[in-house]
């Protein structure tokens, strides 16, 4: 995925659990798509798989003030997904809480990985790289 915000291409989220297994990581392919959007998409997956009471982290600082409002004067093309989430916040009574990069687990499980999934991306771009020219034979 690209490194632009907003990407052409699109972009993702990863959650993992506390013991760093992955839970979830996910590539959204949408022209526009944000980092902000991103990072609220993967809080509101933990708010989902989280039970009552566990804690959420994120090393989003904006994001988590938006999901605890359940709104963003910046972002209102955001505002269902970020009531969702406040919904979920405020139910499951969840300690959302805010990470420095450098701690944050899901962000130490992609440094980690990052070539293992870029090679994979690479693979899967070769896929359909061949099947588009065995189409046109």
């Known amino acids: 995925?690209?490194?632009?915000?907003?990407?052409?291409?699109?972009?993702?989220?990863?959650?993992?659990?506390?013991?760093?297994v992955l839970i979830v990581r996910e590539d959204i392919f949408k022209e526009g798509f944000t980092n902000n959007e991103a990072e609220i998409r993967g809080i509101k997956f933990a708010l989902e798989y989280a039970e009552e009471g566990d804690s959420v982290s994120t090393d989003?600082?904006?994001?988590?003030?938006?999901?605890?409002?359940?709104?963003?004067?910046?972002?209102?093309d955001l505002y269902v997904l970020l009531?969702?989430?406040n919904d979920l916040f405020n139910q499951?009574?969840?300690?959302?809480?805010?990470?420095a990069r450098e701690f944050n687990l899901a962000g130490i499980f992609n440094e980690e990985n990052r070539e293992y999934y870029k090679q994979l991306?690479?693979?899967?771009?070769?896929?359909?790289?061949?099947?588009?020219?065995?189409?046109?034979?």
């Open 121 to 137: 991306r690479m693979e899967d771009e070769n896929e359909k790289h061949l099947k588009v020219l065995m189409e046109t034979e």
């Open 60 to 76: 989003s600082l904006c994001c988590l003030s938006w999901v605890r409002k359940g709104r963003s004067k910046a972002r209102p």
């Open 1 to 20: 995925m690209g490194s632009k915000n907003p990407s052409p291409y699109g972009g993702g989220f990863t959650v993992v659990d506390e013991d760093k």
């Open 83 to 85: 009531d969702q989430c």
């Open 92 to 99: 499951k009574k969840i300690n959302l809480l805010w990470e």
